[in-house]
């Protein structure tokens, strides 16, 4: 009875600490299962900050790539416009330039004729003048002796009265004649003065012409330096823009390159196993075919760009998905978090009765096992006054009897004090099988 006790309280002992078993690997499940959450809680984040991250680089790069396009197309407008209106004034001065040398080619032509005028009437003048020389000095040679031969024939005339009407006539004719000699000369000095003034008006005509000759090169040599100005200009432009094109063209050009280094590669490749002649055809092959590539590959960079538009959409929409489905299991998982709690709770109440009937039995076991040390230490006191007994004399048996009757009653009396009312019950039952002297005493 005693062992089947000790094992019944052992067996309950096994139960609560298997019960505090599960419970402890219950909560560490639930604490995995937190642990687990917070980890999927905090992927989960990592996910949305990959996305965007993503999406804002994305972003960032076509925004890049736009004002880029937006620069570039906005350096070229303004080159193109700077060029058209340069081109414009080139013209413009191109054409005064010419307009200025047709006028300056008719200024001198006009200049050439005024000279040739001059020199012609200079030589009129001059022939004018010598002619009237010649005349003057011819009609002085003659009117001296005309005068002698009048003073002759006025002295005859004195002696001869009928001549003197006809000489008086012939002075007559001569006076006139000299008169409109003199009217002549006068009015060629006014043609020689006329001549000289015109002569004059050609001179200030010519230095004019001379002077606006001059202003139009001075004019044309400023508008060539301004047309040089501008060619330099221009020439700073086209070079500027060359350099734009130039940068342009390098984009495809680097592309080009790694393309080619890419098959050089693969075809150097090639040529270990194929040899030299199909490494040359091959790059005669892909030097022809490299801008029907290229342009395929721009297509297929705008199918991909399309594509990854749309897997950032679809990704999107998982991601929502994603949040919703968090937003319910998160919801599931606080209720879940909150019946935990609930059962966390009564499980602590529980272990607390537990460790208090723990506590309990072990007080119980603790004083049982003090009684058993007390009747352990009774039983082998008695086996000693046994083997004593049994050594001494038959007749002394009933005294050594009863005297250990009452002992034996005086200790279960003792023990029926001591103990709590199952367990002396068991004790007594106990002792009186387990005692030699009360089958001697019946």
Known sequence: MKNGALNNAQLHLEQEHE????????????DFMDQRLILLIKELEKHKRMLRESSECQLRLKQQVLQTENA??????????TLEKAEFELAEKIRDGN??????QNIKSSAESLKNCLGENEYTCRQLESSLVVQVENEVTLEQPKEKECILSIVKVQDNPNLS????????????????????RDHFLRICEEKDSYIDTLHTDISWLMEDSIRREFEVEVCTKLDAEKAFKKER?????????QKFRNLPVLVMSMEEDLISTVNSYFSEITGIQIKTSAILETLNNVEHQRKLEIEEKNKVISELEKEVKAQKEETEKLMNQFGNEKSRMMVLIKELELENGVLHRDIKKLSEEKENILIHIEEFNDHLSEVTCGDAKLMKSLEQLQSCEEETEQVVDTRVSVDL?????RN????????ATNIELDA?????LKELNK
Not at 19 to 30: D, G, M, N, Y
Not at 72 to 81: A, N, Q, S, V, Y
Not at 432 to 436: C, F, G, I, L, M
């Open 72 to 81: 570039l197309e906005f350096d070229r407008r303004e080159i193109f416009d």
């Open 99 to 104: 307009q200025l040398e047709v006028e300056l």
């Open 409 to 413: 009653h005086a200790s279960a009396k």
């Open 165 to 184: 009407m006809v000489t008086q006539k012939a002075t007559i004719s001569e006076r006139e004649a000299l008169e409109a000699l003199v009217e002549e």
């Open 19 to 30: 019960k505090v078993a599960t419970l402890l690997k219950r909560i560490e499940s639930f």
């Open 432 to 436: 009186d099988e387990r005692s030699p």
């Open 237 to 245: 432009l086209l070079k500027a823009l060359n350099e734009k094109e």
């Open 416 to 423: 029926a004090n001591s103990t709590f009312s199952p367990m």
